[in-house]
């Protein structure tokens, strides 16, 4: 009987959220992301306290026990740089416990962009600079090199996985998107367009989102989900194919998915139960991509997410709003590099975190509720205008601090 194989992958992330940054803090205060902020959803150690407590702690006492319990189960993570530096600032048993998942060698580190940022499609030196942050940082906290790659919010193309791939990359995940499927099915490993020897990861949509978005959702007509149904579903959905990606922010479990909506129990419940059955197992990413050979090659001309009915960049990129605050941000960048200012270019990095182009969405109907739910401000409008606030004051650092002058408006 051949293997049926899942590859876990799940996404860690926390953005520095912009305070309420008004056009009068402009030129005074540089504070953009003040931790005194008595807005909760503003302030972000209030945030990622909540979200260790709700998510993370638990998540990873529970992935520690499954690891201990079951020599099969593996997983891959990645993790930002922006989640990393807050986990040290304010939560340092958060990240010792991301430590001993990936020192168990089961738990796979998947390479990205520190700052969780939409660059590669603005500045391709800004973008590698940020890819070059991060491998330096989890060398440093977490002693590993990564192999495989995956783009902010799964955001991908053919230039990127010849990029990835010229850059020794293994691997590359992105979503596995019907239309550009069209009659194959995500459950293989593929070969990207135009690449030598790098590997295409695709998430099975339908059944990872079965747990991201659908999971609690009581007038799902599926709901509840069981551990029998599920099982029943992966095994039906690969067939004959040997593995299913099931690829998910790792905030799924606890934030997204709350501990009353049984998400914690379902999971445990169902990793011991795959793995009952003797041609079950897991993968890793780069396992995965060991033990198949491609089935064929993709091609996406044009950029596909994981994101929204549309999976494209409307999310971040789909309204002026959102394509002013890019613009602005990236044509800053060689004289905010030139000045070697290292809070000056921190605060600008941080203000490219996708996030912040997230909360101005002005999408309606499914995708506006989720924009709504992430959003920590009023309004889209809210989060443009105090971005755009922040931006106006980079300028205003650069002119007095530094003196490039040459900048408009």
Same mark, same amino acid.
């Given at each position: 009987?051949?293997?049926?194989?899942?590859?876990?992958?799940?996404?860690?992330?926390?953005?520095?959220?912009?305070?309420?940054?008004? %056009?009068?803090?402009?030129? %005074?205060?540089?504070?953009?992301?003040?931790?005194?902020?008595?807005?909760?959803?503003?302030?972000?150690?209030?945030?990622?306290?909540?979200?260790?407590?709700? *998510?993370?702690?638990?998540?990873? &006492?529970?992935?520690?026990?499954?690891?201990?319990?079951?020599?099969?189960?593996?997983?891959?993570?990645?993790?930002?740089? /922006?989640?990393?530096?807050? =986990?040290?600032?304010?939560?340092?048993?958060?990240?010792?416990?991301?430590?001993?998942?990936? &020192?168990?060698?089961?738990?796979?580190?998947?390479?990205?962009?520190?700052?969780? *940022?939409?660059?590669?499609?603005?500045?391709?030196?800004?973008?590698?600079?940020?890819?070059?942050?991060?491998?330096?940082?989890?060398?440093?906290?977490?002693?590993?090199?990564?192999?495989?790659?995956?783009?902010?919010?799964?955001?991908?193309?053919?230039?990127?996985?010849?990029?990835?791939?010229?850059?020794?990359?293994?691997?590359?995940?992105?979503?596995?998107?019907?239309?550009?499927?069209?009659?194959?099915?995500?459950?293989?490993?593929?070969?990207?367009?135009?690449?030598?020897?790098?590997?295409?990861?695709?998430?099975?949509?339908?059944?990872?989102?079965?747990?991201?978005?659908?999971?609690?959702?009581?007038?799902?007509?599926?709901?509840?989900?069981?551990?029998?149904?599920?099982?029943?579903?992966?095994?039906?959905?690969?067939?004959?194919?040997?593995?299913?990606?099931?690829?998910?922010?790792?905030?799924?479990?606890?934030?997204? #998915?709350?501990?009353?909506?049984?998400?914690? @129990?379902?999971?445990?419940?169902?990793? $011991? @139960?795959?793995?009952?059955?003797?041609?079950? $197992?897991?993968?890793?990413?780069?396992? &995965?991509?060991? =033990?198949?050979?491609?089935?064929?090659?993709?091609?996406?001309?044009?950029?596909?997410?994981?994101?929204?009915?549309?999976?494209?960049? /409307?999310?971040?990129?789909?309204?002026?709003?959102?394509?002013?605050? %890019?613009?602005?941000?990236?044509?800053?960048?060689?004289?905010?590099?030139?000045?070697?200012?290292? @809070?000056?270019? &921190?605060?600008?990095?941080?203000?490219?975190? *996708?996030?912040?182009?997230?909360?101005?969405?002005?999408?309606?109907? /499914?995708?506006?509720?989720?924009?709504?739910?992430?959003?920590?401000?009023?309004?889209?409008?809210?989060?443009?205008?105090? %971005?755009?606030?922040?931006?106006?004051?980079?300028?205003?650092?650069?002119?007095?601090?530094? #003196? /490039?002058?040459?900048?408009?408006?």
């Amino acid at each position: 009987m051949s293997t049926h194989g899942i590859t876990l992958y799940l996404h860690v992330h926390q953005p520095f959220r912009v305070r309420q940054y008004s %056009v009068f803090d402009t030129a %005074v205060a540089h504070d953009y992301f003040d931790e005194t902020a008595t807005d909760t959803d503003r302030n972000n150690q209030r945030v990622f306290l909540k979200v260790a407590d709700k *998510s993370y702690r638990p998540m990873n &006492a529970l992935l520690e026990k499954l690891l201990a319990e079951h020599p099969d189960f593996k997983l891959s993570l990645s993790i930002t740089g /922006t989640f990393i530096e807050q =986990a040290e600032q304010w939560a340092p048993d958060v990240l010792e416990s991301f430590k001993r998942l990936v &020192a168990t060698g089961r738990v796979e580190i998947v390479a990205e962009t520190y700052y969780h *940022s939409l660059a590669f499609f603005y500045s391709r030196s800004e973008f590698e600079r940020q890819v070059e942050a991060h491998r330096n940082k989890i060398r440093e906290v977490f002693g590993v090199d990564m192999r495989v790659f995956r783009n902010t919010e799964l955001a991908y193309n053919d230039e990127l996985a010849r990029w990835a791939d010229a850059n020794g990359y293994k691997g590359i995940l992105a979503e596995g998107w019907d239309p550009i499927l069209q009659w194959r099915s995500p459950n293989y490993v593929y070969r990207p367009a135009g690449t030598q020897s790098i590997a295409l990861l695709l998430k099975n949509y339908r059944l990872s989102d079965d747990l991201a978005f659908r999971f609690s959702n009581k007038d799902w007509n599926q709901y509840p989900l069981t551990v029998e149904k599920y099982s029943e579903w992966l095994n039906a959905s690969m067939g004959d194919q040997p593995l299913v990606n099931l690829f998910m922010d790792y905030e799924t479990f606890g934030e997204h #998915q709350w501990v009353e909506t049984g998400i914690f @129990s379902f999971f445990e419940n169902f990793i $011991t @139960s795959w793995l009952t059955h003797p041609d079950h $197992t897991f993968y890793t990413v780069s396992g &995965a991509i060991d =033990a198949f050979l491609p089935q064929g090659e993709i091609s996406m001309p044009n950029t596909i997410t994981w994101a929204d009915n549309e999976r494209d960049l /409307t999310a971040w990129l789909g309204n002026t709003m959102q394509t002013e605050i %890019v613009k602005y941000l990236y044509s800053l960048e060689d004289d905010i590099l030139r000045t070697n200012d290292l @809070s000056l270019i &921190a605060d600008w990095r941080k203000l490219q975190t *996708s996030d912040h182009l997230y909360y101005m969405c002005t999408k309606w109907f /499914t995708d506006g509720d989720v924009h709504a739910y992430f959003s920590p401000y009023e309004s889209p409008y809210d989060a443009f205008l105090f %971005v755009m606030n922040t931006i106006r004051d980079l300028r205003f650092r650069l002119h007095v601090d530094h #003196q /490039t002058g040459g900048l408009n408006g």
